[in-house]
Nanobody
Framework: QVQLVESGGGLVQPGGSLRLSCEAS????????MGWYRQAPGKQRELVGS???????KYVDSVKGRFTISRDNAKNMFYLQMNSLKPEDTAAYYC???????????????WGQGTQVTVSS
């Protein structure tokens, strides 16, 4: 199994920036597509953006131009750089990764425990 640990959340003023990290550990043969999700109180979890193993990215319209997803395959790390933060970005942020534990394993999915981002003055 693969464990994911997010970090980097916190309280930031509107217009500020935060960088979230997601570290994957455990039995890893290969990490495939990775996604960042968020869930605000009383709302459904939504996909913020994703990055493929080939580093192609896509984002939800509300964060395009403000958020950037990247990955460091050598370190099994994924990042979400968030700029120009708005109060509506306030949510718990989760990473999710698709992985294979061994060369013969089928793909599985793992989720992190989440990190809180609060945008407020």
């Amino acid at each position: 199994q693969v464990q994911l640990v997010e970090s980097g959340g916190g309280l930031v003023q509107p217009g500020g920036s935060l960088r979230l990290s997601c570290e994957a550990s455990g039995r890893i043969f290969r990490l495939y597509e990775m996604g960042w999700y968020r869930q605000a109180p009383g709302k459904q979890r939504e996909l913020v953006g994703s990055i493929t193993s080939g580093e192609s990215t896509k984002y939800v319209d509300s964060v395009k131009g403000r958020f950037t997803i990247s990955r460091d395959n050598a370190k099994n790390m994924f990042y979400l750089q968030m700029n120009s933060l708005k109060p509506e970005d306030t949510a718990a942020y989760y990473c999710k990764v698709e992985f294979a534990a061994t060369i013969i394993s089928s793909r599985s999915v793992s989720w992190g425990q989440g990190t809180q981002v609060t945008v407020s003055s």
